[in-house]
């Protein structure tokens, strides 16, 4: 009780100082500012202001130029107000001495808040060149023009500052030690003189590149246990942000360092420079040493594909990092010691063996703690490699050390006794791996079970940046190798090194096992960083200001105002600048409604720009809301409300935070007035009636008994005709250019309706083929409802009839669909003929958007083409540029031994929209699907034209795709 009462006695009267110190005027801080009496461009007030000679004998620090806006003031006293009274509210065993937080509170209540917004940039002439980045200064507002400082300034925790002199190029763990040399943070927050606020990691667990603070730069860096939480951190870098560069006295001159660094340090500061960890692909191609795994993950949205050497294994490998703590992919290992099978199927090939791996970070790495994983090899596969592992891994600097523990193939050295076995006696032996093809791709109930080993190791990366050395303990001892083979080893200890030969190539080479050589190659890259710039779209066109409010001398522009207007002109504008189709122009009182149809484009948002760029351009100015409405085949599926003088305002000046506004919203669909209403139908488009495309065209099997790749490059036709705007008749016809599909001899047995394993008697029966021939049906029902029906040829196996139906409220993250379908199996020339097999099919979907990391999931529920029942759960991500990255599987009512190899369906995917790889907009993606093998068991009816995808514009989320440039500016 008596703590309680001290503590609160405590905490009132630290509250009592601190609202003192926040109520006490203070004087005016930093450069002197200029306060603008008369509406003008920052631009060309600074263009004048330079030119002056009193300016030109000055050391002008045009970074530090600060735009210093009067009604933003009031918004950042209360940021002040707020993060005062967190400082005073800090309270437990853990927050920093009483003295360090009166000392903090002292000094941000001794500085005013300022108004000042963060620019793009300050040159006057990119200004002048940028209008929708230059602000249109009001009156009251401020300019302040500093000379350029000589020093870095470090706020330590008690409130005092440290102005450390500037030496180029050194980071700020720099200027943090010339102030404090016992000091040891983790993060440093880098406030740069533009007002620009940067994070960054700064202890040897955790260091990454960064930018060097800039003269004026302030720096705030805690110390590891200081106690001072981040979120004050955060608010602290956002307040100094406002203060103007650092080092300057009130008539923004600059002052002479408060405590000279040591000259001694100077040197070793411009040599050292925090680099990245570099994660690197271990022989198995999921982030590892050699033979080992570690802990570390590549960043969301990372791929590789490689190939590792190692008599007698070569292994081809294929990883994605669809989380920052989840990686999975597929392998192919080839071992040359062994045939595929009897000669007379597949001749010499030797014998692939094909697996799943995955890991999954459990901790990330602290200061103190390391990250830790957890991982398995070879998952429903053959078990010839199968392992599972827990590793932990801690980087200090340049070196990162692992440590873990394996089962299975990780640990064949057996030097542990498996912990698991108190449990049970059936943990200490672990089950033969099972090469049978009829028993492969069920899971193991061997997992966790035998004798384990320890492995690990340590990286190192060189001073020469694309060197890395690696060495290992390896925790298997090769004894009991894949088809009862036993490798001599003269070392448990692997050596090697990667090569980064250019920021996605990187080549390994090492000595295995102590007498194999090891040579691998990998290429990886960003997936979520895929985009190509749209030089082949037209240029955008400028934006002008409505003639009623064109009445500034500082705004753009003025639209010429017209009494007549010539509407299927502004229709062809939008077209040329969207590539989208007009269907109707439709005016109701101060709105005008636009309809678009056939909505070529993934990206939507600079369409969107561009939609109204024109629409404000052409439309009287009593116009003060433009409604956009986009139909898919018809369908009416989305809509966005435009407020017209708020979009004009948002692209023609730079706003200070307290004046931006929202000025698109995502909406329902327009209804269109009735006829009886007060509607002017201004224009109504023409349908285009036929469209065809012809291109190449590519498909492959891989790994199967006739030959590792088997291939066909044909050339493509895809013709539509459109009888209405929602009814059309859609032809795929395929020519076969260049194949080997003569090697393709084996015809996979199968104990179920050979629904798919006809797959062979499909691709080599004739060369030209038509897998698609289908007459579809939309339509809507109320908002929420849609349906489809339609007929024809649907995919290269089977013909018939079929109907959708599909529940997608607008905006929700749920929806619902069902699809009937009967089917005939057609002819293996994909001509007009058909076979005797009839099935019904369907399913129940439900899509769930979790609205989590990009993360969707899909549950179906139905009848496949075998007639066999069951589920299908397909989990998928999509970054910011539309990549997607999934994986699925399916389990029906056969048991293992009826469906064969593999035991059930499933799959890994990827899609990439076409908007990310061409230089021009346009919708459609590409997709590249692996499964390990093609069986009759789960087989879905591989339709068209799904309701989900055509209706996909309804994502409210589709303002938020955008192309790399834009994503890593934007908000995730």
Request: proline share 7%; hydrophobic share 35%.
């Given at each position: 009780?008596?703590?309680?009462v001290?503590d609160a006695?405590?905490?009132g009267?630290?509250?009592?100082?601190?609202?003192l110190?926040?109520c006490?005027?203070?004087?005016?801080?930093?450069a002197?500012?200029?306060?603008i009496?008369?509406p003008?461009r920052?631009?060309?007030?600074l263009?004048?202001r330079l030119?002056?000679?009193?300016?030109?004998?000055r050391?002008?620090y045009v970074?530090?130029i600060q735009?210093?806006?009067?009604?933003?003031r009031?918004?950042q006293q209360g940021?002040?107000?707020t993060?005062?009274d967190?400082i005073g509210?800090?309270s437990g065993?853990d927050v920093p001495?009483?003295a360090?937080?009166e000392?903090?509170a002292?000094?941000v209540a001794s500085r005013r808040a300022?108004g000042r917004?963060?620019?793009?940039r300050?040159d006057p002439?990119w200004l002048?060149?940028?209008?929708s980045?230059?602000?249109?200064l009001?009156?009251?507002?401020a300019?302040?023009?500093p000379?350029?400082?000589?020093?870095?300034?470090?706020?330590?925790s008690?409130g005092?500052l440290c102005?450390?002199?500037?030496?180029?190029?050194?980071?700020?763990l720099y200027?943090?030690?010339?102030?404090?040399s016992?000091?040891s943070?983790?993060w440093?927050?880098?406030?740069?003189?533009d007002g620009?606020v940067q994070?960054?990691?700064?202890?040897?667990?955790?260091?990454?590149?960064q930018?060097?603070p800039a003269?004026?730069?302030?720096?705030?860096?805690p110390n590891?246990?200081s106690?001072w939480p981040e979120s004050?951190?955060?608010?602290?870098a956002?307040?100094?942000?406002?203060?103007?560069?650092?080092?300057l006295d009130d008539?923004?001159?600059?002052?002479?360092p408060e405590?000279?660094?040591?000259g001694?340090?100077v040197p070793?500061?411009?040599q050292?420079?925090?680099?990245?960890?570099?994660v690197?692909?271990?022989?198995?191609?999921t982030?590892g040493?050699l033979?080992?795994?570690?802990?570390?993950m590549n960043?969301?949205?990372?791929a590789s594909?490689?190939?590792?050497?190692?008599?007698p294994?070569t292994r081809?490998?294929?990883m994605?990092q669809?989380l920052?703590w989840?990686?999975?992919?597929?392998r192919?290992t080839?071992i040359?010691?062994q045939?595929?099978?009897?000669?007379a199927?597949s001749g010499t090939?030797?014998?692939?063996?094909k697996?799943?791996?995955?890991?999954?970070?459990?901790?990330?790495?602290?200061a103190i703690?390391p990250a830790?994983?957890?991982?398995m090899?070879?998952?429903?596969g053959t078990?010839l490699?199968s392992?599972?592992y827990?590793?932990?891994?801690?980087?200090?600097?340049?070196?990162?050390?692992s440590?873990?523990?394996?089962?299975g193939?990780?640990?064949?050295r057996?030097n542990?006794p498996?912990p698991l076995?108190?449990?049970s006696d059936?943990?200490?032996n672990?089950p033969?791996?099972d090469?049978?093809?009829?028993?492969s791709?069920?899971?193991?109930r061997?997992y966790f079970?035998?004798s384990?080993s320890?492995?690990?190791g340590?990286?190192y990366?060189?001073p020469w940046a694309?060197l890395?050395?690696?060495?290992?303990?390896?925790?298997?001892n090769?004894?009991?190798e894949p088809?009862?083979q036993?490798?001599t080893t003269?070392s448990?200890?692997?050596i090697?090194a990667?090569?980064?030969?250019t920021?996605?190539i990187?080549?390994t080479a090492a000595l295995?096992?102590?007498?194999?050589?090891?040579l691998?190659?990998?290429l990886?890259?960003?997936?979520?960083?895929?985009g190509?710039?749209?030089v082949?779209d037209?240029p955008?066109?400028p934006?002008?200001?409505?003639?009623?409010?064109a009445?500034s001398s500082?705004?753009?522009?003025?639209?010429?105002a017209?009494?007549v207007?010539?509407?299927?002109a502004t229709?062809?504008?939008l077209?040329?600048?969207?590539g989208f189709?007009v269907?109707?122009?439709?005016r109701d009182g101060?709105?005008?409604?636009?309809?678009f149809d056939?909505?070529d484009?993934?990206?939507?948002?600079?369409k969107?720009d561009?939609i109204?760029?024109?629409?404000n351009r052409?439309?009287?100015?009593?116009?003060?809301a433009f409604?956009?409405t986009l139909?898919s085949?018809?369908?009416?599926v989305?809509?966005y409300a435009?407020?017209r003088d708020?979009?004009?305002?948002?692209?023609t000046?730079a706003?200070?935070?307290?004046?931006?506004?929202q000025?698109?919203?995502t909406?329902p669909?327009a209804?269109?007035p009735?006829e009886?209403m007060h509607?002017?139908?201004?224009?109504?488009g023409?349908e285009?009636?036929?469209?065809?495309?012809?291109?190449p065209?590519y498909q492959?099997?891989?790994?199967?008994?006739?030959?590792?790749?088997l291939?066909?490059?044909?050339?493509n036709?895809?013709a539509e005709?459109?009888?209405?705007r929602?009814?059309?008749?859609?032809?795929?016809f395929?020519?076969g250019?260049?194949?080997?599909?003569?090697k393709f001899?084996?015809?996979?047995?199968?104990?179920l309706p050979r629904v798919?394993t006809y797959?062979?008697?499909y691709?080599?029966?004739?060369?030209?083929t038509?897998?698609l021939l289908?007459l579809?049906h939309?339509g809507?029902?109320?908002r929420?409802q849609?349906y489809?029906v339609?007929?024809?040829?649907?995919?290269s196996m089977f013909?018939g009839v079929?109907?959708?139906?599909?529940y997608?409220?607008?905006?929700?993250?749920?929806?619902?669909g069902?699809?009937?379908?009967?089917?005939?199996?057609r002819g293996?020339?994909?001509?007009?003929?058909?076979?005797?097999?009839?099935?019904t099919?369907?399913n129940?979907?439900?899509?769930?958007?979790?609205?989590w990391?990009g993360?969707r999931?899909?549950?179906s529920?139905?009848q496949y083409?075998?007639?066999?029942?069951?589920?299908?759960l397909?989990i998928?991500?999509?970054?910011?540029n539309?990549?997607t990255i999934?994986a699925?599987?399916?389990?029906?009512?056969?048991?293992?031994?009826?469906f064969?190899?593999g035991?059930?369906?499933?799959?890994?995917?990827?899609t990439?929209p076409?908007d990310?790889?061409?230089t021009?907009?346009?919708g459609?993606v590409?997709?590249?699907r692996?499964?390990?093998?093609?069986?009759d068991g789960g087989a879905k009816?591989a339709?068209?034209?799904?309701l989900?995808d055509?209706t996909?514009k309804?994502n409210p989320r589709?303002l938020w795709f955008?192309p790399?440039?834009?994503?890593?500016t934007?908000p995730?």
């Amino acid at each position: 009780m008596a703590s309680g009462v001290k503590d609160a006695l405590e905490r009132g009267r630290s509250y009592a100082f601190y609202c003192l110190l926040s109520c006490t005027s203070v004087p005016a801080f930093g450069a002197h500012a200029v306060t603008i009496s008369t509406p003008v461009r920052l631009g060309d007030w600074l263009a004048d202001r330079l030119a002056t000679p009193q300016a030109r004998e000055r050391d002008i620090y045009v970074t530090g130029i600060q735009w210093q806006s009067a009604r933003e003031r009031t918004l950042q006293q209360g940021a002040r107000q707020t993060l005062l009274d967190q400082i005073g509210y800090l309270s437990g065993p853990d927050v920093p001495p009483q003295a360090e937080r009166e000392g903090l509170a002292a000094l941000v209540a001794s500085r005013r808040a300022t108004g000042r917004v963060v620019l793009k940039r300050a040159d006057p002439r990119w200004l002048q060149a940028n209008p929708s980045d230059d602000p249109i200064l009001d009156s009251g507002d401020a300019v302040a023009i500093p000379e350029r400082p000589s020093t870095v300034t470090v706020l330590r925790s008690d409130g005092s500052l440290c102005a450390v002199p500037y030496v180029a190029q050194a980071e700020a763990l720099y200027y943090i030690r010339a102030c404090d040399s016992k000091v040891s943070p983790d993060w440093a927050w880098i406030v740069q003189p533009d007002g620009v606020v940067q994070k960054a990691a700064v202890a040897l667990w955790n260091r990454t590149p960064q930018d060097p603070p800039a003269p004026g730069a302030w720096i705030w860096a805690p110390n590891r246990d200081s106690g001072w939480p981040e979120s004050l951190s955060i608010r602290l870098a956002a307040f100094f942000a406002t203060q103007g560069p650092s080092g300057l006295d009130d008539e923004g001159h600059g002052v002479a360092p408060e405590h000279p660094a040591p000259g001694a340090a100077v040197p070793q500061a411009a040599q050292f420079h925090a680099r990245d960890l570099p994660v690197t692909a271990s022989d198995w191609g999921t982030a590892g040493l050699l033979q080992t795994p570690t802990a570390r993950m590549n960043e969301a949205g990372e791929a590789s594909v490689g190939v590792s050497v190692t008599s007698p294994y070569t292994r081809y490998n294929v990883m994605l990092q669809p989380l920052d703590w989840l990686e999975f992919g597929f392998r192919y290992t080839d071992i040359s010691s062994q045939r595929y099978g009897p000669a007379a199927l597949s001749g010499t090939q030797s014998y692939k063996d094909k697996s799943i791996d995955f890991k999954v970070r459990l901790l990330k790495e602290t200061a103190i703690r390391p990250a830790l994983a957890f991982g398995m090899r070879d998952v429903g596969g053959t078990g010839l490699f199968s392992g599972e592992y827990f590793v932990a891994s801690k980087r200090t600097g340049d070196f990162d050390w692992s440590l873990g523990v394996g089962w299975g193939y990780l640990g064949a050295r057996g030097n542990i006794p498996n912990p698991l076995s108190v449990f049970s006696d059936s943990f200490k032996n672990r089950p033969a791996s099972d090469v049978n093809v009829s028993n492969s791709g069920t899971f193991s109930r061997g997992y966790f079970r035998g004798s384990m080993s320890l492995f690990g190791g340590v990286q190192y990366q060189t001073p020469w940046a694309p060197l890395i050395l690696k060495l290992e303990y390896d925790g298997n001892n090769y004894q009991n190798e894949p088809f009862h083979q036993r490798f001599t080893t003269r070392s448990s200890f692997n050596i090697g090194a990667v090569y980064r030969v250019t920021s996605n190539i990187d080549v390994t080479a090492a000595l295995e096992r102590g007498n194999r050589a090891m040579l691998g190659v990998t290429l990886h890259g960003k997936l979520s960083n895929i985009g190509t710039p749209k030089v082949s779209d037209p240029p955008p066109m400028p934006v002008a200001m409505p003639s009623s409010a064109a009445s500034s001398s500082v705004a753009p522009a003025q639209a010429p105002a017209a009494n007549v207007y010539d509407w299927s002109a502004t229709a062809r504008n939008l077209e040329q600048q969207t590539g989208f189709t007009v269907q109707n122009v439709y005016r109701d009182g101060a709105q005008l409604i636009v309809v678009f149809d056939q909505v070529d484009a993934f990206y939507l948002e600079d369409k969107i720009d561009r939609i109204v760029t024109v629409l404000n351009r052409d439309a009287p100015p009593d116009v003060r809301a433009f409604r956009i409405t986009l139909r898919s085949r018809g369908l009416p599926v989305t809509g966005y409300a435009v407020i017209r003088d708020t979009w004009v305002t948002n692209h023609t000046r730079a706003l200070p935070p307290i004046d931006r506004q929202q000025a698109v919203y995502t909406s329902p669909p327009a209804v269109v007035p009735d006829e009886d209403m007060h509607r002017a139908d201004v224009y109504e488009g023409s349908e285009k009636r036929f469209y065809v495309s012809v291109g190449p065209a590519y498909q492959q099997t891989l790994g199967g008994p006739n030959g590792f790749v088997l291939y066909q490059i044909s050339a493509n036709a895809y013709a539509e005709a459109r009888l209405r705007r929602d009814t059309w008749l859609a032809g795929d016809f395929n020519l076969g250019v260049v194949d080997n599909y003569d090697k393709f001899t084996y015809t996979a047995p199968s104990n179920l309706p050979r629904v798919r394993t006809y797959l062979r008697e499909y691709l080599t029966t004739s060369r030209f083929t038509m897998p698609l021939l289908q007459l579809t049906h939309v339509g809507a029902i109320g908002r929420d409802q849609y349906y489809s029906v339609y007929g024809g040829y649907l995919e290269s196996m089977f013909a018939g009839v079929g109907a959708e139906w599909l529940y997608r409220p607008w905006g929700s993250s749920l929806a619902l669909g069902v699809d009937v379908n009967r089917v005939r199996q057609r002819g293996f020339r994909q001509d007009f003929s058909l076979r005797d097999y009839s099935v019904t099919t369907g399913n129940v979907t439900l899509y769930w958007d979790t609205g989590w990391n990009g993360v969707r999931v899909d549950l179906s529920v139905g009848q496949y083409l075998a007639k066999d029942r069951g589920a299908t759960l397909d989990i998928s991500r999509v970054f910011r540029n539309g990549v997607t990255i999934g994986a699925y599987a399916t389990k029906t009512n056969v048991t293992s031994a009826q469906f064969g190899e593999g035991s059930f369906d499933k799959g890994i995917y990827v899609t990439i929209p076409f908007d990310a790889l061409f230089t021009r907009s346009t919708g459609g993606v590409a997709a590249i699907r692996w499964s390990p093998l093609t069986r009759d068991g789960g087989a879905k009816l591989a339709r068209q034209f799904t309701l989900y995808d055509i209706t996909d514009k309804s994502n409210p989320r589709n303002l938020w795709f955008a192309p790399p440039s834009a994503a890593q500016t934007g908000p995730e």
